[in-house]
C-alpha cells in the first residue's frame, strides 16, 4: 500500500473549488433575495412586448361520476370535450391533478376556470384564475400541446373521447 503520511492537499485546488462554490452560491442567493435581476418570465416578456391574444377560452374541468373528466366552456354552459374513462388523456389530466392540488393548498375554489390562451407568437398558456399560475404548454412538447389546443376550436358537437381498444400482439399482458 502507499503511504500518504508525508503528502498535502494542493492548496490551489482547495481554494478555486471553494470559489467555484461561492459564485455558485452567491449566484442562486443574489438572484432569490433580488440583489441581482432575474431572467424574465414568458408572460413578463409577452406584456413587454405586447403580443396579442389570438383566442381564449374559459374552461371548467369536472369529474363525472363514471370517471368521465367533462369540459365544460364557461360562455355558451356546454361541453367543450369530454373524456371518458380510459380515453388517452394522460397530460390533461396530469396537468389538472397538479392544479387542483395548488388549489387545495391556497384554499382556492376546485370550480374556478381556468383560461386556455393562445397567444401570437404561438405559445399556448393555461392559467388559473383561482391561484394566478400560469402554464407554458409548449414546454411539454408539441403532442402534449396539441391536446389542450384542441380545446380551442369551438365545434358544432362535444368530441368524446373513448377508451382505446387494446392492440393485438401490442397490449397483451
Known sequence: MSDFRGETFPKGALWGSGAVLGLALFLVFGTRLGVLPARPTAPETRAATQVRVVAARDLVFADRADGALVIRDVASGRPAMI?????PSGFIRGVLRGLMRERKLHEAPRLAPLTLTQWADGALTLRDSATGRVI???SF???NRATFATLLVKAMETPV???QAPVPGRDAA
Do not use: R
Request: charged letters at 20%; a negative charge; proline letters at 7%.
Open 141 to 143: 412538447g408539441t403532442t
Open 83 to 87: 373524456l371518458e374513462p380510459g380515453a
Open 161 to 163: 373521447v373513448k377508451a
Open 136 to 138: 407554458e404548454l409548449g
